[in-house]
């Protein structure tokens, strides 16, 4: 069914102020299509009373902090940075089996939430959780690090009382919805980028060094794919190495994989047919600024059978 988004956003923002009423309320923002938008709807109905927490957990993509606490702050919306990366890396340490690695992010990341929440003496907590969120996690294909009492976790664990207003619909209608709520185009447009961050991106146990491996070949995707508007684009680190030569000795390296996809809703996918010469850029790009990396791939899997991220 068609969105009304008018009605939706009035609908929306009278049923936020009607649960905080004069309360304070968090807003966890990622810098993502979904926490944007839901940040912006919040801001609407509660003014100055809503705090947008951006956890700098060490998994983001290049300058993401400084551009999303820009916009944020530009917008008028009060923002509190978490410097929270020591945290989030003692999670994950040691921690290989995908949905291991999503459950010890989920628990960080609502563990790091719940402590500032109590912070500002509230129990509000909003959060930008889409349909395509409960439908996998529910479905038991990956545990979304947002998803919580769907799954029969109660969020008062973690002494939170959550709204998630964006619950009902896919990514077209969200990007819809931040359109009319004035959002920069850059970000309502943006790429779908997960909460958990690079970590759904490496293959194998997450640690810093792993991660700026990877940020960096992310870097080099995301700007030589732009033009061509994908879905998502992205790289991935194995938990593999290869033999290669470098500067002429050899060298037992990373292998890094391309990954670019055409969705609507990302609930099936299709890998962007990605013209050679870009492909054969990329490949310079990541081997020449990334020493650690011996081996560029290119992933040709639609989804199903594969999903879009690798954990
Ligand atoms: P998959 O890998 O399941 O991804 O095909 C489908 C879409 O969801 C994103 N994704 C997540 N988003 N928290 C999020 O907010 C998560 O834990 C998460 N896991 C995957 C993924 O980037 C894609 O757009």
Same mark, same amino acid.
């Not at 905080?20 to 944007?36: E, L, Q, Y």
């Not at 509190?80 to 003692?90: E, G, L, N, P, T």
């Not at 349909?131 to 038991?140: F, L, R």
């Given at each position: 069914?068609?969105?009304?988004?008018?009605?939706f956003?009035?609908?929306?923002?009278?049923?936020?102020?009607?649960e905080?009423?004069?309360?304070?309320?968090?807003?966890?923002?990622?810098?993502?299509?979904?926490?944007?938008?839901?940040?912006?709807?919040?801001?609407?109905?509660?003014?100055?009373n809503?705090?947008?927490l951006?956890i700098?957990?060490g998994?983001?993509?290049e300058?993401?902090?400084q551009?999303?606490s820009?916009?944020?702050k530009?917008?008028?919306i009060?923002?509190?940075i978490?410097?929270a990366?020591?945290?989030?890396?003692?999670?994950?340490?040691?921690?290989?089996d995908p949905?291991e690695?999503?459950?010890?992010?989920?628990?960080?990341?609502?563990?790091?939430?719940?402590?500032t929440?109590?912070?500002?003496?509230?129990?509000?907590?909003?959060?930008?959780?889409?349909?395509?969120?409960?439908v996998?996690?529910?479905?038991?294909?990956?545990?979304?690090?947002n998803?919580?009492?769907q799954i029969?976790?109660?969020p008062?664990?973690?002494g939170?009382?959550?709204i998630?207003?964006l619950v009902?619909l896919?990514?077209?209608?969200?990007?819809k919805?931040?359109?009319?709520?004035?959002?920069?185009k850059i970000?309502y447009?943006?790429?779908?980028f997960p909460?958990?961050?690079?970590?759904?991106?490496?293959?194998?146990?997450v640690?810093?060094g792993r991660v700026k491996?990877l940020?960096?070949?992310?870097s080099i995707i995301?700007?030589?794919?732009?033009?061509?508007?994908?879905f998502?684009a992205?790289?991935v680190?194995l938990n593999?190495?290869a033999?290669?030569v470098?500067?002429g000795?050899r060298?037992?390296?990373?292998? &890094? %994989?391309?990954?670019?996809? /055409?969705?609507k809703?990302a609930?099936?996918?299709?890998?962007? *047919?990605? =013209?050679? !010469? @870009?492909?054969?850029?990329?490949?310079?790009? &990541? %081997?020449?600024?990334?020493? /650690?990396v011996?081996?560029v791939?290119?992933?040709?899997?639609? *989804?199903? =059978?594969? !999903? @879009?991220?690798?954990?």
């Amino acid at each position: 069914m068609k969105l009304n988004t008018k009605k939706f956003i009035r609908g929306k923002i009278n049923e936020i102020k009607r649960e905080v009423g004069s309360d304070v309320a968090i807003c966890a923002t990622s810098g993502g299509v979904d926490s944007m938008v839901c940040t912006f709807l919040a801001h609407r109905a509660l003014g100055k009373n809503l705090i947008a927490l951006f956890i700098d957990d060490g998994l983001m993509r290049e300058n993401e902090p400084q551009m999303v606490s820009k916009i944020l702050k530009k917008k008028g919306i009060k923002t509190v940075i978490i410097r929270a990366a020591k945290d989030f890396f003692k999670a994950l340490k040691g921690k290989e089996d995908p949905e291991e690695m999503r459950k010890a992010f989920r628990d960080i990341f609502y563990k790091t939430l719940g402590k500032t929440v109590r912070k500002y003496r509230t129990n509000y907590l909003i959060q930008g959780t889409i349909a395509a969120d409960v439908v996998e996690t529910k479905g038991k294909i990956k545990s979304q690090h947002n998803v919580l009492s769907q799954i029969g976790i109660s969020p008062k664990k973690y002494g939170l009382s959550i709204i998630e207003p964006l619950v009902k619909l896919y990514k077209p209608d969200v990007r819809k919805v931040g359109k009319a709520l004035g959002l920069p185009k850059i970000i309502y447009q943006r790429m779908p980028f997960p909460g958990p961050g690079l970590a759904t991106r490496v293959v194998g146990e997450v640690t810093p060094g792993r991660v700026k491996i990877l940020r960096k070949a992310t870097s080099i995707i995301e700007k030589e794919t732009k033009k061509l508007k994908p879905f998502q684009a992205f790289a991935v680190l194995l938990n593999d190495r290869a033999t290669g030569v470098k500067k002429g000795k050899r060298a037992f390296g990373n292998i &890094i %994989v391309i990954r670019s996809v /055409e969705s609507k809703n990302a609930m099936t996918a299709q890998p962007t *047919k990605i =013209p050679y !010469t @870009i492909l054969e850029k990329i490949q310079k790009k &990541i %081997v020449r600024e990334i020493p /650690e990396v011996t081996k560029v791939l290119y992933d040709v899997t639609p *989804k199903p =059978p594969s !999903t @879009i991220e690798y954990i």
